[in-house]
């Protein structure tokens, strides 16, 4: 029976994380995407590895030291661009390779690699310790509900952050609320894809919705829909063929978003026909 | 005595050591529809952006007579229309969903409403009190005439268009006070009639007080009910009939603009 790997502790495990993981990726990517901050998850995943050497070398649970590290570094360079006004993709550039160099310091210090750094770096949702499911869950969770109760603030924000001022947000708070819970999504979604993979579960979703979506509810929905279809056929898939989940999970929306991008090519989600339609009729 | 809608007292804008706005002084008052002229570079953009808080600056500025706190939390009352509101192209907000973005929350508004009730100013609501957020919206949407456009995504509209989503979702806080700056700058002829045509009506209708920047010397002698003209510092600020009366001001103003003007009324 198909439902058979249901049945397995490990696969409930990385099933829950997973679909709870992809619905908090897809959430706050979405604001990143259009924030114009795709690669961030990708530097904060780097700082996460830095994080995670610092764990093993200090002999620490490797996630709780690539939370502090992941959200101090994400809070000091948003304050840093504010402050010397660099540019997005060099403070990504800084962060990045500042990040993966303290990694590959504290690894070195601590002579070697082991095999709970690979899956750091490479996933390992199916064996999520009943410890890390937990953890993860909890905090994917935080970031929802976190995300549901900002979202008016934070959609004007994104949309056009000096209007927002003007309404009576307080955008500098909301921007250092914004790249914490980033960071925290990042640090939930290592066990998931890996710290090589992240920003493909941050961006592919969201960049596919985009192409689709209306409003912006109806976008998100789309996003997340796609990437927790993506995270239960990516694990499934690699069960029956022994292949890596991370790998597989991200291969299927490259392909959702490869598919989506032909069909807009040929007129499939193409709405231009009709509008101009409504247009004539309301002119 | 009536309390101003906005008071500006002597405010000096610098960038690098160079004078944007120098010390310029002026008020408006309740029911307004100030025009303010200059040519490009005058500084307009400036000081709104000061009266909107977005920009550090000396002098005072009063909103209904408050400053500090009382004026962050008016602020929140202002609608504000830029020349351009530059949001990414690919963002999937439908013209509701724009429009909604303006909706004050009830805390914010009930704070607003009860600091003018105390310096004893008038604020004509838009809508009644007991009209729902979704009522709200589409009536802000009708006044702008983009009933049918509600369910498009922002970024297919023209820009005609898309400045008058934002004059509704400036429209749906219920503004005390509307600034609008330059907001039909490079649109065509038939879009810019039927923006005068909106602001006309909720200046009139609705008695917001507005203050506006443009060009169009043509449209301000059709709409505004007092003229400021300023570049760098404030020429002239009073009624519009004794600013178009001095020609000498015009020429001020700009040779090319005064020229436009005496051409459209000639024709």
Partial sequence: MA????????????????????????????????????????????????GIALGFFLNVYPIWTAFVVSVSTALGITKLRKSTKISGD???????????????????????????????????????SVQDTLLIVSVSCGVIATLIVIRKPLIHFTFDEEQAKVHGIPVEKLNYLFV????????????????????????????????????????????????????ITGIAIS???????????????????????IAKHFGVFSTKAVDMHNLSIAS | MPVNALDVDSVSVSHNGILA???????????DLLGIVGPNGAGKTTLFRAILGLQNYQGKIKLFGYEGHSYTTLLSMVGYVPQKVNFEPNFPATVYDVVS?????????????????????????????????????????????????KDRRISELSGGEQQRAFIAKALVKEPLLMILDEPVTGVDMDVQNKFYSVLRKINKENK???????HDLTAISDLATRVACMNRELFFHGEKEEFFANKDMLKTYSESAMQLHMHKHDM
């Fill in chain 1, 239 to 261: 069960y029956y063929f022994n292949l890596a989940p991370s790998g597989t999970i991200v291969m299927l929306m490259v392909t959702m978003f490869v598919g989506i991008l």
């Fill in chain 2, 101 to 149: 973005m303006g909706i004050l929350p009830k805390k914010k508004l009930a704070k607003g409403a009860a600091l003018i009730q105390s310096c004893g100013c008038c604020w004509n609501r838009i809508f009644s009190t007991s009209s729902k957020d979704h009522e709200k919206i589409g009536e802000s949407l009708k006044i702008v005439g983009l009933e049918s456009f």
């Fill in chain 2, 21 to 31: 706005v120098n010390k310029i002084s002026f008020n408006v008052q309740e029911g």
């Fill in chain 1, 180 to 231: 914490a819970l980033a960071a925290v999504t990042v640090i939930a979604t290592m066990r998931l894809v890996g710290i090589l993979l992240i920003s493909a579960l941050i961006v592919l979703p969201n960049i596919t919705s985009i192409m689709m979506g209306k409003g912006f509810k109806n976008t998100m929905l789309i996003s997340i829909s796609m990437s927790v279809s993506a995270v």
């Fill in chain 1, 90 to 128: 060099a403070a990504i550039a800084v962060l990045l390779s500042s990040g993966f160099a303290m990694g590959v310091l504290l690894i070195s210090a601590s002579h070697g690699f082991t095999i709970d750094l690979f899956s750091f770096l490479f996933g390992s949702i199916l064996l999520t």
């Fill in chain 2, 208 to 214: 917001i007080t507005i203050v506006w920047s443009s």
């Fill in chain 1, 3 to 50: 439902l058979d790997i249901l049945t397995y502790g490990f696969m409930q495990r990385g099933l829950l994380t997973g679909i709870v993981v992809s619905i908090t990726c897809s959430m706050i990517g979405l604001f990143l995407v259009l924030k114009r901050y795709s690669l961030f998850g990708d530097a904060l995943s780097h700082v996460a590895f830095g």
